[in-house]
């Protein structure tokens, strides 16, 4: 079964510029998370899609950070401006009703620097 | 106070030790309670998960839970210099029909030989 896939695994961008992730979850799960996590601290939800529809989008920055999820497969999560504290990784990940206690299973992130 | 504690060490045992690795959390409402390993440059990747109090054992790890205590814990026994790497432990509670797990920061975990 393939793993949760993310691109680019590494961007280096200057602040005021903006940026896009993707995502493509595992095949058949339903729900699509966000998180972000700044270096030694734990991911951070950013939002979380059900089918093409969003559960929880509380700790979103919406002012500069931006997410969706059209036909309820791929995600793109976008950032602009950037600004130099978020310089993080962007971590994907899914999940279906069917793991156990709604296990989640992350992709290998993107690297975000903002300079 | 945030609603998951971790110690995020380093915490460095040479190769064979029990390592025992410890979170704290405040909301009672939580409960399922997860340890997540992340390599360098990886994403998280789950070890184990438990439902309320009690142990669970899978190989060399055992995973611990007093709800009473607000305390998890994950031992691992006969640790190996591969078992180098950061573990995060996370615990949700149901909302809206699915449970989205609070992280803690992590513990980074060093064996070696």
């Known amino acids: 079964e393939a793993g949760v896939a993310q691109s680019p695994r590494y961007k280096i961008i200057e602040k005021r510029q903006s940026v896009a992730f993707w995502c493509n979850p595992i095949?058949?799960?339903?729900?699509l998370y966000w998180y972000q996590q700044i270096l030694g601290q734990g991911p951070k939800l950013l939002i979380q899609?059900?089918?093409?529809?969003?559960?929880?989008d509380s700790q979103l920055p919406k002012d500069r950070f931006s997410a969706e999820r059209l036909k309820g497969v791929d995600s793109t999560l976008k950032i602009q401006p950037a600004k130099l504290e978020d310089s993080a990784v962007y971590l994907c990940?899914?999940?279906?009703?069917?793991?156990?206690?709604?296990?989640?299973?992350f992709g290998e992130g993107s690297w975000l620097t903002v300079v | 106070q945030k609603e998951v504690e971790q110690d995020p060490g380093p915490l460095s045992v040479p190769e064979g030790a029990i390592v025992s690795l410890n979170c704290t959390y405040s909301?009672?409402?939580?409960?399922?309670f997860m340890w997540y390993r992340q390599y360098s440059r990886k994403g998280p990747e789950l070890l184990m998960y438990?439902?309320?109090?009690g142990n669970k054992e899978d190989g060399r790890f055992t995973a611990q839970v007093d709800k009473s205590s607000k305390y998890i814990s994950l031992f691992i026994r006969d640790s190996q210099p591969s078992d180098s790497a950061t573990y995060l432990c996370?615990?949700?509670?149901?909302?809206?029909?699915?449970?989205?797990?609070?992280f803690g920061r992590g513990t980074s975990l060093i064996v070696h030989p």
């Open positions: 909301n009672s409402a939580f409960q399922y």
């Open positions: 996370a615990m949700s509670t149901p909302s809206g029909g699915s449970y989205i797990p609070t």
């Open positions: 438990t439902y309320s109090s």
């Open positions: 095949s058949g799960h339903a729900t």
């Open positions: 899609f059900q089918n093409n529809g969003v559960v929880d």
């Open positions: 990940a899914s999940s279906s009703r069917s793991s156990s206690g709604n296990t989640i299973y």
